[in-house]
């Protein structure tokens, strides 16, 4: 994929980091503790954890395979940087965090890239969501057979943004799993996974830059309870 300019430093930032850090707040109502992985991306060494197999609410990390999706399309030739993908009002009336767009106008695949990496955008989400998959309820299991395909066996999507719904969940784990960046084969996420990890996590880790633009989107999204007062997620 030919990538411009900022948008490749947008990409690549990830690669000075030593760690991944992940924390996810419990699934459910209450002040309950907190689940976390850390995790070294160049050995892939789990540095700490905490109740990182207990089920969580991911918030706006569902967005790292929301990224992850778009970018296989790119990489396929479906999609281009420059290609403009259109807003509905379903997605114009997301919660914040936002930009405000309106139905009938576009945004372009670059743009919205940059806008759910750094401002963790839930209508640009929906946007995606809707132009790759139709409806975001398809997109939503798009995502989920993915993150199965990827050794994500307790993770399942109902929504492209990581606004609340009680039955998406994942562990910490697996959102480790997804995001960490593995630039010299698959040994970063056999340390990780409980269990063999997928070879196609392998792959797509060490052939492309979609691991790079996770794990920039992990650390880069703000980590919400299940329930924010203002669900601006």
């Not at 947008?10 to 109502?29: E, Y």
């Not at 955008?121 to 395909?149: P, Q, R, Y």
């Not at 996420?189 to 992990?218: D, F, G, L, Q, V």
Request: contains cysteine.
């Amino acid at each position: 994929m030919n990538l411009s300019g900022p948008f490749r430093v947008v990409l690549r930032l990830v690669s000075v980091l030593a760690a991944i850090p992940i924390s996810l707040h419990t699934a459910g109502a209450g002040n309950l503790p907190l689940s976390a992985i850390v995790v070294d991306a160049n050995s892939g060494t789990v540095l700490y954890t905490a109740g990182p197999d207990e089920l969580r609410h991911p918030a706006s990390l569902t967005k790292i395979m929301t990224l992850y999706l778009l970018f296989e399309r790119m990489e396929a030739g479906k999609l281009k940087v420059d290609s403009q993908l259109p807003v509905s009002e379903h997605a114009s009336v997301q919660a914040p965090s936002k930009l405000g767009l309106r139905p009938g106008q576009t945004i372009a695949v670059e743009d919205a890239i940059r806008a759910m990496v750094t401002k963790s955008a839930n209508d640009v989400a929906v946007v995606v969501a809707e132009a790759i998959g139709g409806s975001e309820g398809e997109f939503a299991n798009l995502m989920t057979k993915k993150a199965h395909a990827l050794g994500m066996s307790h993770t399942v999507y109902r929504n492209a943004s990581g606004l609340p719904n009680d039955e998406q969940v994942t562990t910490a784990r697996e959102q480790a799993l997804s995001a960490a960046p593995s630039r010299n084969g698959s040994h970063a996420n056999t340390a990780i996974s409980p269990r063999r990890p997928s070879p196609i996590t392998a792959k797509r880790c060490a052939t492309t830059t979609t691991c790079s633009a996770m794990s920039r989107a992990s650390t880069a999204s703000k980590l919400a309870t299940p329930r924010h007062p203002d669900s601006t997620w």
